[in-house]
């Protein structure tokens, strides 16, 4: 009892402290049970380590100060003392005990993703990331299950390139956002199509792994309604700092009158789908191809050159013919340029002769469907047929 009073105390007195430093100095205001643990745990163990820090030093210049050569001290000789040898190893020891007891308890509860209302697979990919909305259960059964989609970093270009004013949200802004219902536990299914992620929203007290080939879980339960923000936590390769991740919480009713717009906007565009959950075959997911090459130096990010390219690149009203050449340059040159994800690289004969040899038309279809490892469209379903089979025989044409 009176260590659970001491950590109350120095909770509640380094807690008032906190309030007057600025926010950046300090964790996030927690948004949900697990990041309002860590957050107590936190203030607790450096309540400790301030205690033991006044401690030890100040005995450390007290002695100095006390027991100087200047004022006639003589240093005792002693070799062993059962007491203090005592004292210094059991004194730590109980620390210690004290400090794991709440620490093991919050981490149990951060790994128990048990029972959860609604399941969602985040995929990371260079540079975004993929969410699928795998099963609701209880009131959420149905409510949003099978519904896909990507989340590209929405700062723009000219933000990047120091051409426009940067936004509130510079970097941390995304096109489609994750959206919750508050109230609910939330399960996130995490893996990677490529190389290793991680899944962080600080406010959640939530920071997953995403490991290609492996499927990891986490779980929150967010308290209020807003806009939480995060990104990906491992570096992952040079657009690594490209890659936020923004979670909309909303009320339930709210949020099954979100996912009924999204459904009946994407029923007729559903043409692909990841790999089941729990096979734990990431190599069967959707490869990263959103990316782009800036004409202009400095080289601009990918998806956000894509985004760019996407806008400037579509075919002029009255049927005007789609440009390979540019949308190849715009999107397809992320995995194609070089090669990567399985994708066969341009000017490539020998990796190109077996897919040429299937025809036209098979080529065309299975990149507008999607196959294996590529999405739909590359994963941008903005480009329309025209331009995708454009594309396609742009890149027949470089590598015959």
């Known amino acids: 009892m009176k260590r659970q009073a001491f950590g109350a105390a120095m909770s509640a007195l380094l807690a008032g402290a906190a309030t007057s430093v600025r926010a950046d100095l300090n964790l996030q205001t927690p948004q949900t049970p697990i990041a309002a643990q860590i957050y107590d745990l936190h203030l607790l163990i450096m309540g400790v380590c301030v205690v033991i820090f006044i401690g030890v030093f100040g005995m450390m210049f007290y002695s100095i100060l006390k027991h100087r050569k200047s004022v006639g001290h003589k240093a005792a000789h002693f070799h062993e003392n059962t007491t203090v040898e005592v004292i210094w190893t059991v004194v730590p020891f109980l620390i210690l005990m004290g400090m794991a007891y709440p620490a093991t308890k919050t981490v149990i509860a951060m790994k128990d993703t048990s029972n959860p209302d609604l399941t969602i697979k985040a995929t990371g990919y260079q540079w975004k990331w993929g969410y699928e909305y795998v099963k609701g259960e209880g009131d959420l059964a149905g ?158 990010p990918m998806q956000v050159a894509a985004a760019e390219t996407k806008k400037a690149d579509k075919p002029a009203a009255g049927g005007a013919k789609a440009d390979g050449a540019k949308v190849y340059n715009g999107i397809c040159v992320a995995c194609h340029a070089a090669g990567v994800a399985g ?58």
């Open 343 to 400: 994708a066969p690289k341009v000017g490539d004969k020998a990796a190109w002769k077996a897919r040429i040899a299937q025809g036209q038309a098979t080529l065309h279809e299975h990149a507008i469907k999607g196959i294996r490892a590529m999405p739909a469209k590359g994963g941008n379903p903005a480009l329309s047929d025209d331009e995708v089979k454009a594309a396609v025989d742009y890149m027949v044409a470089q590598s015959k």
């Open 143 to 300: 409510v949003s299950d099978g519904i896909q989609f990507y989340s590209n970093l929405k700062t723009s270009l000219d933000e990047i390139q120091n051409q426009a004013p940067k936004g509130e949200n510079y970097l941390l802004d995304v096109d489609e956002p994750l959206v919750v219902p508050v109230g609910k536990k939330v399960r996130i299914l995490t893996t990677a199509n490529d190389v290793i992620h991680a899944f962080w929203v600080p406010a959640f007290g939530v920071k997953q792994d995403a490991i290609p080939g492996f499927i990891r879980d986490t779980w929150f339960k967010v308290d209020q309604p807003g806009t939480y923000r995060g990104q990906c936590a491992e570096l992952c390769g040079k657009e690594h700092g490209f890659m936020p991740i923004v979670v909309i919480a909303m009320e339930q009713a709210e949020f099954k009158a979100w996912a009924d717009k999204r459904k009946v906007a994407a029923a007729p565009a559903q043409t692909a789908t990841d790999a089941p959950v729990g096979s734990g075959d990431a190599a069967a997911m959707p490869t990263e191809a959103p990316a782009a090459e800036a004409a202009a130096a400095p080289e601009a």
